[in-house]
C-alpha cells in the first residue's frame, strides 16, 4: 500500500486560511469516508484533529476543517495561529482493510 | 486521565527479537479496538498491525505480516507486539493508539496516542 501524497510544505501568515491536500487512489481514499488528519508538533505525538473526512474530536477548534472530492481529501485551517504550526498528515481506511498515512506536509506560520 | 504508556523499545540486532508492550489506563480497554504505528525518524507515520477487541481478529501491514504479532491481554489492560526477524528498516518510534468509536461503530481514526517507545534494528 503506497502512502498517500501531501505537498511537502505550506505555509501563511496569522489570520490567513491553508489548504492541506491528501491524494490517493479509488482503493482507499476515492472510496471510503473514513479519512482522518493529524497534527504533529515536533517531539510528540500525533493529535487527531479531523475523523469521518470532515467529524472534529472534542476539543478541536472550528477553525480546522475537512472534505474530499474524488480522491483527494483536505484539511482547511482557517484565521491561522501561531500555535498551528506542525507537521499535519492524512490517514485512510483502505480496501485491503488497513490503514495508510501521507507522507505529512509541514505547516509554517509565518 | 486516558493514557497509554508504551515499553518495551530498546536496541537489537538485525534478525532478533523484541516485545513491545502498552498499558492502558482511563478508559475500559477491553471495548476498543487498538492499533501500532510506528514513525521513522523525519518520516511519516505508517500502520503497523490493529486488534478487535477480545483478540479473535487482526490485520497487518505487508511489510510485517508473517514477522509480527499482535495481542492483548484485556484482565492487565495491556497491548502487545511481538517482533521477530527484525530488519533495520524496522527501526522507528512505535506507538500504540486507541481508535475512536461511538458505542459499537468504529471509525478508523486513532484517537488516542500512547508516547511512543524507540526500537533501533541495529549491529
Known amino acids: 500500500q503506497s502512502a498517500l501524497t501531501q505537498p511537502p510544505s505550506v505555509s501563511g501568515s496569522p489570520g490567513q486560511s491553508v489548504t492541506i491536500s491528501c491524494t490517493g487512489t479509488s482503493s482507499d481514499v476515492g472510496s471510503y469516508h473514513r479519512v482522518s488528519w493529524y497534527q504533529q508538533p515536533p517531539g510528540t505525538a500525533p493529535k487527531l484533529m479531523i475523523y469521518d473526512v470532515s467529524s472534529r474530536p472534542s476539543g478541536v477548534p472550528d477553525r480546522f476543517s475537512g472534505s474530499k472530492s474524488g480522491n483527494t481529501a483536505s484539511l482547511t485551517i482557517s484565521g491561522l495561529q501561531a500555535e498551528d504550526e506542525a507537521d499535519y498528515y492524512c490517514s485512510s481506511y483502505t480496501s485491503t482493510n488497513t490503514l495508510v498515512f501521507g507522507g505529512g506536509t509541514q505547516l509554517t506560520v509565518l | ?123
Open chain 2, 1 to 123: 486521565e486516558v493514557q497509554l504508556v508504551e515499553s518495551g523499545g530498546g536496541l537489537v540486532q538485525p534478525g532478533g527479537s523484541l516485545r513491545l508492550s502498552c498499558a492502558a489506563s482511563g478508559f475500559t480497554f477491553s471495548s476498543y479496538w487498538m492499533h501500532w504505528v510506528r514513525q521513522a525518524p523525519g518520516k511519516g507515520p505508517v500502520w503497523v498491525s490493529r486488534i478487535d477487541r477480545d483478540g479473535s481478529s487482526t490485520d497487518y501491514a505487508d511489510s510485517v505480516k508473517g514477522r509480527f504479532t499482535i495481542s492483548r491481554n484485556n484482565a492487565k489492560n495491556t497491548l502487545y507486539l511481538q517482533m521477530n526477524s527484525l530488519r533495520a528498516e524496522d527501526t522507528a518510534v512505535y506507538y500504540c493508539a486507541r481508535e475512536s468509536q461511538s458505542g459499537d461503530y468504529k471509525y478508523d481514526a486513532l484517537d488516542i496516542w500512547g508516547q511512543g517507545t524507540t526500537v533501533t534494528v541495529s549491529s
